[in-house]
C-alpha cells in the first residue's frame, strides 16, 4: 500500500476513516454519548477546506477506493493533524508511514518541531514515534459542546532542543 495525497473526492471517505478509527480507538475513554456526538454522521463543509489547505497523506486499502489511514501537517501552527487508521489495518504500520510523510514534510519546510494534542488511548503511539509529553490538556469540542481530554505532545527535529527554540 503506498502513500498519496487526497483530492477533494476522498473527503468523504476520510470522515468514514476518522470516524470509525475515534468510535473503535475511544470507546474506553469516551462514554458512549460524547463518542456519538464528536463522530457524527454527517460531514462538516470544513472537511473540504481542510483537503484544499493541506497537504493531507493518505493510504488506501488495496482494493484503492477507500482510504485506510490518513493524516496531515497544518504548515502554519506546525500541528499534525487527524492521523486515524481504520481498525482492520491497525498494527501493520499505516500511521507510522504517515507520521515518517510528516516529518520529512516538516523537515523541508524547515519546521523544527511539530506539536499535536492526542486522545489518551494514543499517547503510547506518539511516544514510539518521538513525540514527547507537555502536558495533559482539555480540547473543546463543538460537537460535544464539552471539554474532552488530551495530550499535549511535542516532537523536535534531531539535533534540536527546547532551548534552541526558545
Given at each position: ?45 470544513g472537511m473540504?477546506?481542510v483537503i ?115
Amino acid at each position: 500500500m503506498k502513500i498519496s495525497i487526497a483530492k477533494k473526492e476522498d473527503a468523504q471517505g476520510l470522515w468514514r476513516l476518522r470516524n470509525q478509527a475515534l468510535r473503535y480507538g475511544c470507546c474506553e475513554v469516551f462514554d458512549a454519548k460524547t463518542l456519538q456526538a464528536f463522530t457524527p454522521e454527517t460531514m462538516p463543509a470544513g472537511m473540504f477546506k481542510v483537503i484544499e489547505e493541506n497537504q493531507v497523506y493518505l493510504i488506501a486499502a488495496p482494493a484503492g477506493d477507500t482510504p485506510c489511514a490518513c493524516g496531515y501537517l497544518d504548515l502554519i501552527t506546525g500541528n499534525v493533524e487527524a492521523i486515524f487508521t481504520l481498525p482492520a489495518y491497525q498494527g501493520r504500520g499505516l500511521a507510522s508511514t504517515i507520521i515518517a510523510a510528516i516529518k520529512q514534510q516538516a523537515k523541508s519546510q524547515g519546521i523544527n518541531q511539530l506539536t499535536l494534542s492526542s486522545t489518551p488511548n494514543a499517547v503510547g503511539f506518539y511516544q514510539k514515534q518521538g513525540f514527547s509529553i507537555v502536558s495533559n490538556g482539555k480540547y473543546f469540542s463543538s460537537s460535544t459542546q464539552s471539554y474532552l481530554d488530551c495530550v499535549e505532545m511535542i516532537w523536535l527535529r534531531e539535533g534540536e532542543s527546547a532551548s534552541d527554540l526558545l
